[in-house]
C-alpha cells in the first residue's frame, strides 16, 4: 500500500529518468541483511509470523522468510494482511479495490509479529495493517520491516528494520519493482511528480 | 457507483469486481471472533421494505452491521405508508434524516429507479447523497440476488465464463431469473430458461439465453442448474393445471439430480417450497448450494455496500 507507485499516472513527469536507489544486487543483498537482523532480534521468540502488507509487502515477508530459514533461523509462517478497510482515509478517494488477507494456520495469538512493507511513509498503512492484525488475535509483540523508509511520518511510528532510509521530499516518488509483480528487482526515485 | 438498480448497468469489469470485493471481505473476517470491520462507522443504511422478505433484509443489516454502518428498518406494515404516505414523501423523509443508503424492496417494477431519480434530484437542490440498492422490485430485477448466486456459481465451478447454467420454472413472475440471465451473460455464462411457454414473459426472445421446455434433454449439458419457486401470490390465471402436474413437469427430483453431470450444482434462491420445485432429498444433498447462496449473500452484500458508500462520493 504503501508503494508509491499506485495513483501514478505511469512513466509522466519531469521527464527526467528515474535514479535507481538500489540495484537488483542490491536488493537481495538488503533483503538478506534485513533476514539476519530478524534472526538476532527474534532469537528468544518462540513463534515468528511475517506478516505481509499487499501487494509487494507481501513478496518481501515470504522472501525474508526464505532467506532467514537459508541463514539457519527456524523458518517463520508467512500471511498477509490488507489494511484497506481499516484505513482513515477511504472517503477521500475513490473506492479502492481490496487485496488479500491470509493469516498462517495457528494465527498470531501470542507470537512476534513481524510486519512487513515495501516503503514506509506517512505511517498510516501500518496504523490501519496494526488495527486489521489486532482483530485477528493478540499477538506478544509487533515489529516492522520496511524495504525504504522514505520519513515524512504523520504518526509516531518507526520501523524496526530498514532496508535503506531514503530523504526524499513529497513531490518525489519511490518506485519498488520486485521480480515476481514487476519482473525485476529494482528500487527507484522518480522527482518532481507526485504532490 | 452511486446506486445499484439493475445487473444491465453493470460491466463484466463492475461485476467482477464486486465478486472480487466480496471474497475479500469473507477472507478478512475468516475465523475471527469478532466479526466487526470500522469501514462504513458513521454512516446509515436504511432498509425499505415493501413486500415480505426474510433472507434480503436480514443480509442487508447483517452486511450493514458487519461494517459498523447503522441500519434501520423500515417495513411498510408499520410505517406511515400504511397512513397513505407516497414512496416518494417516505424516500425523501428517510434521505432528508441522514440514510446514507436506501436499500428498496417494492411490489411495482421500477420502483428503485424512481427513487434513485428523486435521490440525484434531491442533490442537485440539497447537497445530500443518498445512494438507491434495489432490493427487488416487482417482476423485474433483485441485482444483488444474482451477484450472490454468480458469487456462488464462481466458488463451486471455479468460473462463470463458458458454464451452461439452466434456469427452471416461474420466470415470468422472477426477478431473479431475469436478473440472473442478464448478469450471467455479462459474466460470459451461457444461460438456458426452462419453463413452460405460459411461465415465460413476453420478449424473452430478445433476453441473452436460450430458451427450453424440456428439462430432461438439458440436465445433461447443465454445469448448474437454479430452481424457482413457483409464486403463488403472483399468479392470478391458470399458468398450469396443477402443483403436482408442475411437479412432475419441472420439479427436480432425485432422478432428475442424477442426470445432472458430476460437478452439477443445484441452487435456490430461496424460499423453497420443497416437494414442488425441488424434492427435499435434493435440497439437503451436497450438491446444493443453497446455503452457500445465504452465506455468499452477506458478503456480497458487504461488497455493495462498500461500493457504494466507502469512497470519495463521485
Not at chain 2, 435434493?282 to 450438491?287: G, N, Q, W
Given at each position: 500500500m504503501a508503494n508509491d507507485r499506485r495513483g501514478d499516472a505511469g512513466g509522466e513527469g519531469t521527464g527526467l529518468p528515474d535514479h535507481e536507489l538500489l540495484s537488483a544486487s542490491d536488493v537481495t543483498r538488503t533483503i538478506a541483511r534485513i533476514a539476519h537482523q530478524i534472526i538476532e532480534k527474534t532469537a528468544d521468540a518462540e513463534h515468528v509470523v511475517l506478516i505481509g502488507i499487499p501487494t509487494r509487502g507481501t513478496v518481501l515477508a515470504r522472501?525474508?522468510?526464505?532467506?532467514?530459514?537459508?541463514?539457519?533461523?527456524t523458518e517463520p509462517s508467512v500471511g498477509t494482511v490488507d489494511p484497506t478497510l481499516y484505513r482513515d482515509d477511504l472517503r477521500r478517494r475513490p473506492t479502492r479495490p481490496l487485496?488479500?488477507?491470509?493469516?498462517?494456520?495457528?494465527?498470531?495469538?501470542?507470537?512476534?509479529?513481524v510486519l512487513v512493507d515495501d516503503v514506509l511513509m506517512s505511517g498510516r498503512t501500518v496504523r490501519a495493517a496494526l488495527d486489521a492484525l489486532s482483530e485477528h488475535g493478540r499477538p506478544r509483540s509487533v515489529q516492522l520491516a520496511v524495504l525504504v523508509d522514505r520519513g515524512h511520518r504523520e504518526l509516531p511510528i518507526r520501523a524496526d528494520y530498514v532496508g535503506k532510509n531514503v530523504p526524499t521530499s513529497r513531490s518525489e516518488l519511490i518506485l519498488v519493482s520486485l521480480t515476481e509483480i514487476d519482473g525485476e528487482d529494482r528500487v527507484a526515485i522518480r522527482r518532481g511528480v507526485g504532490e | 457507483m452511486k446506486h445499484l438498480l439493475s445487473v444491465t448497468d453493470l460491466d463484466a469489469a463492475t461485476?467482477?469486481?464486486?465478486?472480487?470485493?466480496s471474497d475479500r471481505l469473507r477472507q478478512a473476517l475468516l475465523g475471527r471472533e469478532v466479526r466487526k470491520l470500522p469501514t462504513l462507522r458513521g454512516r446509515t443504511v436504511i432498509t425499505m421494505f415493501y413486500e415480505d422478505s426474510t433472507r434480503t433484509r436480514v443480509s442487508f443489516e447483517i452486511a450493514g452491521k458487519w461494517m459498523s454502518a447503522d441500519t434501520v428498518n423500515v417495513s411498510a406494515k408499520g410505517s406511515s405508508v400504511s397512513k397513505g404516505e407516497s414512496l416518494r414523501d417516505t424516500s425523501l423523509t428517510l434521505s432528508a434524516m441522514g440514510a446514507d443508503c436506501v436499500i428498496v424492496r417494492h411490489p411495482a417494477s421500477g420502483a428503485a429507479h424512481r427513487l434513485a431519480g428523486w435521490s440525484d434530484k434531491d442533490h442537485a437542490t440539497t447537497g445530500t447523497h443518498t445512494s438507491i440498492?434495489?432490493?427487488?422490485?416487482?417482476?423485474h430485477e433483485h441485482p444483488t440476488q444474482?451477484?450472490?448466486d454468480a458469487a456462488t456459481l464462481r466458488d463451486r465451478l471455479g468460473s462463470v465464463a463458458g458454464r451452461r447454467i439452466g434456469i427452471v420454472g416461474d420466470v415470468l413472475h422472477s426477478r431473479v431469473a431475469r436478473s440472473n440471465v442478464f448478469l450471467l451473460a455479462t459474466l460470459g455464462a451461457e444461460v438456458v430458461l426452462i419453463a413452460p411457454p405460459t411461465l415465460l414473459p413476453v420478449g424473452v426472445a430478445e433476453w441473452p439465453c436460450r430458451v427450453?421446455?424440456?428439462?430432461?434433454?438439458?440436465?445433461?449439458?447443465?454445469?448448474?442448474?437454479?430452481?424457482?419457486?413457483?409464486?403463488?401470490?403472483?399468479?392470478?390465471?391458470g399458468f398450469f393445471p396443477s402443483s403436482r402436474e408442475y411437479a412432475v413437469a419441472y420439479g427436480l427430483s432425485d432422478a432428475r439430480a442424477a442426470m445432472l453431470p458430476e460437478h452439477g450444482v443445484v441452487l435456490h434462491p430461496g424460499p423453497m417450497v420443497r416437494g414442488m420445485e425441488i424434492a427435499?432429498?435434493?435440497?439437503?444433498?451436497?450438491?446444493?448450494?443453497?446455503?452457500?447462496?445465504?452465506r455468499n449473500g452477506v458478503h456480497v452484500r458487504m461488497a455493495v455496500l462498500y461500493h457504494l458508500l466507502a469512497g470519495a462520493p463521485e
Open positions: 522472501r525474508l522468510a526464505a532467506a532467514v530459514a537459508e541463514f539457519g533461523g487485496e488479500d488477507t491470509q493469516f498462517p494456520e495457528g494465527g498470531v495469538d501470542d507470537a512476534l509479529v | 461485476a467482477t469486481a464486486l465478486l472480487d470485493t440498492v434495489n432490493a427487488g422490485d416487482g417482476t444474482a451477484l450472490l427450453s421446455h424440456e428439462i430432461d434433454a438439458e440436465l445433461p449439458g447443465l454445469d448448474a442448474i437454479m430452481m424457482l419457486r413457483v409464486q403463488a401470490e403472483r399468479m392470478t390465471g427435499p432429498s435434493v435440497a439437503d444433498s451436497a450438491r446444493a448450494a443453497i446455503l452457500a447462496q445465504v
